[in-house]
């Protein structure tokens, strides 16, 4: 499956922004989707997951109650909406996704797409 995500810019702190990720491929309903995140000279980190059906989600807890992943599996594309960012949000945001299992997923995606910047300033 290739991934392809969008969305990213520049927005002050507080602000909101919804990154979309478009993936190729007949079988996106089957994978897990997830979105990480990477600031240069650190580690990549995971943000959140959805399964696939959409019912059962994970947020890293830094997200918590701020950003809201979903998916459309019939556009395939997943969705990560980013409300009250603040400036130790920015970085590279990546989606990416796994056939395995939600938990596997977050730890070890399959496949990975480009980055798209987020920066957040104060």
């Known amino acids: 499956v290739q991934l392809q995500a969008s969305g990213g810019g520049l927005v002050q702190a507080g602000g909101s922004l919804r990154l979309s990720c478009a993936a190729s491929?007949?079988?996106?309903?089957?994978?897990?989707m997830g979105w990480f995140r990477q600031v240069p000279g650190k580690e990549r980190e995971f943000v959140s997951a959805?399964?696939?059906?959409?019912?059962?989600?994970y947020y890293a807890d830094f997200v918590k109650g701020r950003f809201t992943i979903s998916r459309d599996n019939a556009k395939n594309t997943v969705y990560l909406q980013m409300n009250s960012l603040k400036p130790e949000d920015t970085a590279v945001y990546y989606c990416?996704?796994?056939?395995?299992?939600?938990?596997?997923?977050?730890?070890?995606?399959?496949?990975w797409g480009q980055g798209t910047q987020v920066t957040v300033s104060s």
């Open positions: 990416a996704a796994g056939s395995s299992t939600i938990v596997v997923v977050t730890t070890s995606p399959e496949y």
């Open positions: 491929g007949r079988t996106f309903s089957s994978y897990v």
């Open positions: 959805i399964s696939w059906t959409g019912g059962n989600t």
